[in-house]
């Protein structure tokens, strides 16, 4: 089975800190994904990256960065937490296109 | 831009009930369609999809039809369990790897 780990279940950070947020999949996928999730709202797209060192802006880019110095591990930056942030975020993969992505359980994230 | 609209949640229905969660989608083109299921304190699972017109997708006794006449891919089970309690999110797939979702809706089975 297709493994996509998130390294927190639950965070709590402050305004103005740099959070990391890691996520690690096993199966070799060159295609991860980093999504939010807020009620009435779905999952909206923040970066994708489809190889190691590529990134692609999503729907909600600002205020994010990526990193993808291996090919296992994706990781979303907050630069600097504010309020807005406070949210779930989601990890994802897929070995290549017409693959379902298979998802990580997620990261609830407060900045207070 | 391509967009994924579901019906409004919560839904609460009785064990043994039908189930029925609307999902209609605006693209242009052929998408991927999908639906997640996602679990208390979990993430999303896939749970069916269909990749072309007229294509049924099931699993666990769900089923949705992929219909390109009216842009809708309704999700659909014959009798539904507390177990099957969870947010149900559709979603579309066009090309490009990343996926468009709808918001979600909330189902919650009572015994």
């Known amino acids: 089975d297709v493994k996509v780990t998130q390294s927190s279940r639950y965070l709590v950070k402050r305004t103005g800190e740099k959070v990391f947020l890691e996520c690690v999949q096993d199966?070799?996928?060159?295609?991860m994904f980093w999504y939010r999730q807020d009620p009435g709202l779905g999952l909206r797209l923040i970066y994708f990256?489809?190889?190691?060192?590529?990134?692609e802006k999503g729907d909600i880019p600002e205020g994010y960065s990526v990193s993808r110095e291996k090919k296992e591990r994706f990781s979303l930056i907050l630069e600097s937490a504010s309020t807005n942030q406070t949210s779930m975020y989601l990890c994802?993969?897929?070995?290549?296109?017409?693959?379902?992505?298979?998802f990580g359980d997620g990261t609830r994230l407060s900045i207070l | 831009g391509d967009s994924v609209t579901q019906m409004e949640g919560p839904v609460t229905l009785s064990e043994e009930a039908f189930l029925t969660i609307n999902c209609t989608y605006t693209?242009?083109?052929?998408?991927?369609l999908f639906w997640y299921v996602q679990y208390p304190g979990e993430g999303l699972q896939l749970l069916l999809k269909a990749t072309k017109a007229d294509d049924k997708g099931s699993n666990k006794g769900f089923e949705a039809t992929y219909r390109k006449e009216t842009t809708s891919f309704h999700l659909e089970k014959g009798s539904v369990q507390v177990s099957d309690s969870a947010v149900y999110f559709c979603?579309?797939?066009?090309?490009?790897?990343?996926?468009?979702f709808g918001q979600g809706t909330r189902l919650t089975i009572n015994p």
């Open positions: 199966m070799d996928h060159e295609n």
């Open positions: 693209a242009t083109g052929y998408p991927s």
């Open positions: 994802a993969s897929i070995p290549g296109n017409n693959q379902p992505q298979h």
């Open positions: 979603a579309l797939r066009k090309g490009a790897q990343k996926l468009v």
């Open positions: 990256s489809y190889d190691v060192k590529m990134k």
